[in-house]
């Protein structure tokens, strides 16, 4: 087994900056070590942080394209937490088309130099023979994930789509990447310990404790670039069906669309990297008596996302090793929000550790 796993990174923002950082954060992590904060692996498959190698990066921003990339993750707009010096890593940006990954907001944010000519995506990651491509692309890039997707294909890379554009979960895509012989997980990057994951969870609590939920609701708000890209509401339509689908699957019979609201709220710049989430749930108990829960998250938005997609790109790799194409149906069930196929988190824990451990092919 090659324990090298050759990463390339689409989107240079403040996921990417997190997560590159976490590799050198943990680069010293053992199989042996013990239980480490942050990690639900430390070994996942044989393979330990530090054997991710990011070996190809794309953007579209000016100041971002032509730098090293360990340079690269700090240009602003990120501005997301600092947890390690990361080494200048002889992997320099690329330019990217832009196609629709750049909306109206973060047009005013994102110097495109119109003069550089994007690269060949899929003779770029066969020439550095990338094995893994993780999109971090910005929320509502409809057009550029599929075409991404294309390339990935084209290239025969596994394929971990951070962003919730229905790749994995949707049929005709999954049916590609099969007949590609190349994994997919997807789609949309479930945090660590997001609002989402606590929704969910709190909403299958009230289910199997027999409550009865008649309204709930779940606003975010932050001040990195997630959010002020996605002030463009034309640009939410996937992810509020990826966060809201999320919490209904919990339910064993769906609440009407006006009991359930899910989805961003609004773009507060002081919080910079940090989100707040609110969730509320109101319902009934023995009796028909009332009752409701009020949580607040307080979170680090982009670590919360790198702590899962660390594994991510691992079990890609996995299923990669094992000659195994389509949509990573267990891994895809914990780590994502709109998964081919939902299931509790609990059953989608076991279903992950089971294709961890070569138990289950998907």
């Known amino acids: 087994m090659e324990k090298d796993i050759r990463l390339a990174v689409i989107g240079v923002g403040n996921c990417a900056s997190n997560l590159i950082q976490g590799i050198q954060y943990y680069k010293d992590v053992t199989d042996s070590s013990e239980r480490v904060p942050g990690l639900m692996h430390n070994s996942l498959g044989g393979y330990l942080i530090r054997h991710i190698k990011p070996v190809v990066a794309f953007d579209v921003h000016a100041g971002k394209v032509g730098k090293d990339l360990s340079e690269a993750i700090w240009v602003q707009p990120n501005n997301t937490v600092k947890i390690a010096d990361v080494p200048e890593t002889g992997v320099i940006v690329q330019k990217a088309p832009v196609l629709d ?10 110097p495109i130099d119109h003069r550089q000519t994007p690269v060949d995506i899929a003779k770029t990651l066969k020439e550095n023979d990338v094995q893994v491509v993780l999109s971090f692309l910005p929320v509502g890039s409809a057009d550029a994930t599929r075409f991404y997707a294309q390339e990935i294909m084209k290239a025969g890379c596994g394929f971990v789509n951070a962003i919730p554009e229905f790749i994995g979960s949707n049929a005709e895509w999954a049916k590609k990447f099969e007949e590609a012989g190349v994994p997919v997980l997807g789609d949309d990057t479930k945090a660590q310990f997001g609002s989402t994951i606590v929704h969910r969870v709190l909403s299958r609590l009230c289910e199997e404790r027999g409550s009865t939920v008649d309204n709930t609701y779940q606003l975010n708000v932050g001040g990195n670039t997630d959010f002020y890209n996605m002030l463009e509401r034309t640009r939410l339509t996937s992810k509020k069906i990826s966060k809201t689908e999320a919490v209904q699957s919990q339910f064993s019979k769906k609440l009407p669309d006006d009991h359930i609201h899910i989805g961003p709220s609004d773009y507060v710049p002081w919080l910079k990297s940090k989100k ?15 009752f409701n829960i009020e949580c607040r998250l307080d979170v680090e938005d982009k670590a919360n996302s790198s702590g899962v997609v660390i594994d991510s790109i691992r079990c890609v790799k996995l299923a990669l090793d094992r000659n195994v194409g389509g949509t990573l149906i267990s891994p895809s069930s914990y780590f994502c929000k709109h998964p081919h196929q939902q299931f509790p988190d609990s059953v989608a824990r076991q279903m992950t550790e089971e294709f961890i451990s070569g138990q289950r092919e998907r």
């Open 276 to 290: 707040l989430g609110f969730i509320r749930i109101e319902g009934r108990l023995f009796g028909d008596i009332p």
């Open 101 to 110: 990954g750049i909306g109206e907001f973060m047009s005013k944010v994102t």
